[in-house]
């Protein structure tokens, strides 16, 4: 199954981007610390974000599904603007690359899929509760896979997967309640 | 959600004074406070409404919908219910959870509720004549059933006559039902075999674009949050009330009603800055729900009243009562599409009037939303990638269950006190909430179990959860603790919902019923609430 754009868009409705931003508002390469005078303060910028989120959506993602890069970018426009939001998943990919850079000589986004899967594993963010004051692993969790997760399953392709077009926090309308299976 | 620093400013700009010369204080800005404010403000008087909790912004509620999904937070924190404003005590033989049963705010708990909507059958209004225990309300069904249509018309019912057990109607519902549900078709089939006749559901939901707001969207997270504003809550009629001239102070608890022998004379409640405020009126309407309605009256206190204001009965905070519910789960071998909308199509209300001493009224509930949502199973669990996928397939699908709402009795020993111990914030003591079920309620509900398990075993379903006697919960209707009456000794307001005690106090709100039956109150409550506007009026 291919993800577009469109079914970021719509990911991105349910869940509230903050305002009225779609997608195409964000402007990329702001933010973090990838400009010269920026501080060193550990928060990854939008192209580390970007690269870390779409290697570990890759290993989170059922393999059905394709044509992620994508569909990872446009939804993290979006959540990227919610500030305090925001903060938290720079926060969180940076540290998590941190952690990669110790463990495995590279961030998240260079290592291959089983490295990151184990990575997510040995970070503890399978067994986490997600919450997004809390340990890195539940951090980790929260900010990174249950993102990437949320972004997924609260959209109709996502849903679909799972037989269900109109999953909770999508307004998919009060026709699919009374249908059987399609 | 904005940040602390926002707040600040926020509060600095807000001017939280009173105002001068008010006809009426209505204290409390949920439905039954919403509905008497726009009334009366509509009508021309000067109205100040109080509410202890803050004004939410609606352009957070898609936030807030995202932490109604994810597990990172529980259901008080989707309204920012808890901490030590909301301190509060459970003594007791049932745990009372009461911060997931209110919502402090502009709105009132209608920002959290369900949305299920209906009338009290004729014979609630007469428990003790009719099924031999409880006690009759001072009024009947028939003085209500103009107010039920215009309560109907003000939250925006849909709804369809369909009902062969109900009370009788005069006029349509304002809008036309939601349709059933594809699992409604299942249990139809089953229940057809058994003789039980299913019928469409009240829901104070827009099944069509009505009075300004959007028909439902299909979010799906209609309790604790509907983003689109297609169900109703109470901030429909405060801001109704603005608009005809009220003038809504939020984060002003009161604290105290400060009063003669006979009247309220002024309101003083506290303000986020850390001032004390008096707030004078010609009258006062109570309508801070079945909890805080009885512990305001218990803190204002006097020489005149030791017990609590309009306490010469003794009967404030006593009688507490909820719904308990009863329910019945499982798994059919096909799919059921459940999950899609956050609220039910049908029920059945064909063992309701059977009710006696023994067993009380139930109605039945056919769930749209059983077993487990996809989204909220994604975010838990150690798995992810294609293991994820195949348990979401296998636990989503299948699930079928039916609800029950079961009436308590009223009982003098289930009731609202005043914490001794525990203070809130503004070292006010928290109330307690000493909650008491009794063996009818727990009867009924076995029997409620029993109809459940007959139609389920009828529909072919492995049975895989129950909620009965000593796993039930209440349905957070808090009713009953400053019951009507004719008799001063014997209640705490009269049939107008006027105090006996104060010539201008009015009480609004499901603290009134003096029985509950098993209907979800609100449609009451805001039926009784247009009847306090009218009694204000006349006596202004
Ligand atoms: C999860 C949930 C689901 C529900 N589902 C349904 C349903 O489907 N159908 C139904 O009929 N009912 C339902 N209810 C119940 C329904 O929400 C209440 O019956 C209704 O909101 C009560 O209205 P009220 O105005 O009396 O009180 P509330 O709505 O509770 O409002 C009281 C207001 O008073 C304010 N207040 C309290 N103390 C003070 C004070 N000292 N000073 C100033 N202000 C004060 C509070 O801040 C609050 O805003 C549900 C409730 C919950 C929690
Ligand atoms: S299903 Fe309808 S009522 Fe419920 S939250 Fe969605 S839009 Fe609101």
Redesign the pocket.
Known sequence: MELTRRDAAAALAALGAGGAVGYAAHEWGSGGDDSPDAPDDGLATDEEVRDALVAVAEVVYPSAVSGIAAFVESFLAGRLEREDHGRGVRETVGELDELASEWYDGPVAELDPEDRDRLLREVGADVADENPEGTTAERVRYYVVNELLLALYASPRGGELVGIENPQGHPGGTDTYQRGTP | MSGPATNRARNRAVDRTPVDGADVCV????????LVAARLADAGYDVVV????PRFDPGDRQERMERAIRPAYD?PDVWGVGGERDAHAATGEWFYPLN???????????????????RLHEADFNSRSERGVGVDWPIDYADLRPYYAEAERELGVAGADDNPFGPPREEPYPMPAFPPSYSDSLFAAACEELGISMHSVGN?RNSETYDGRSECVGYGTC??VCPSGAKYD?TVHVERAEQAGATVIDR????YLEHSADAVRA?E?ATPDGETHRQEAEAFVV????V??P??LLLSESEEYPGGLANASGLVGKFFMDHLFAGTGGVLDEPTRQNHVGFITSESHQFYDEADAEVGPFKLEFFNYAGPSPVELALTGDDWGDALLERLNAEYGDHVAVGALVEQLPREDSYVALDPERTDHLDSPVPDVHWNVGDRALETIERANQVQEQILDELGAEVTWQAGPDSTGP????MGTTRMGNDPEESVVDPQCRTHDLDNCWI????VFPTGGA???????AAL?LRVAEDIERSL
């Open positions: 204290i409390g800005a949920g439905p039954a406070g919403g109080l509410d202890a909790g259901r997931h049963a209110r919502v402090k705010g502009v709105g009132g708990s209608t920002l959290h509720w369900q949305g299920m909507v209906m104070a309790q604790p109470a002003a608890p009161v604290q309101a409640y309508a801070c729900g079945g805080e309605t512990r305001l349905a957070y209707h808090h609004a709100g499901s603290s209907m979800n109150p609100t449609l009451t409550i609430a």
